[in-house]
Nanobody, 119 residues
Framework: VQLQASGGGLVQPGGSLRLSCAAS????????MRWYRQAPGKQRELIAV???????NVADSVKGRFTISRDNAKNTVYLQMNSLKPEDTAVYYC??????????????WGQGTQVTVSS
């Protein structure tokens, strides 16, 4: 399973960005998909998760501003980020659980995409 993240960039405070992460999974299926972020000098932080059925959970630090969604037909997860703040500046990583049938085969990471919020 390979994950390809995109959509990062430089945005002014209060602006919006939409991140995408496409999973290439030939014989595997993708179950839970997640977004993490890591700011300079800080630990990687889980900010949003979505199950294969569409149930979501987001961290308190981004609740009300960030929305996670997915397109199962495309094996793609999205992170819509609104009302961005300078403290949202980080490298954002997607993460997914791969399955072969009902057998868990591993946890996979995308390469990361930089989000910078600055005026």
């Amino acid at each position: 399973v390979q994950l390809q993240a995109s959509g990062g960039g430089l945005v002014q405070p209060g602006g919006s960005l939409r991140l995408s992460c496409a999973a290439s999974a030939s014989i595997f299926s993708i179950n839970a998909m997640r977004w993490y972020r890591q700011a300079p000098g800080k630990q990687r932080e889980l900010i949003a998760v979505i199950s294969s059925g569409g149930s979501t959970n987001v961290a308190d630090s981004v609740k009300g501003r960030f929305t996670i969604s997915r397109d199962n037909a495309k094996n793609t997860v999205y992170l819509q980020m609104n009302s961005l703040k300078p403290e949202d500046t980080a490298v954002y990583y997607c993460n997914a659980d791969g399955y072969s049938g009902s057998v868990y085969v591993g946890n996979y990471w995308g390469q990361g995409t930089q989000v910078t919020v600055s005026s």
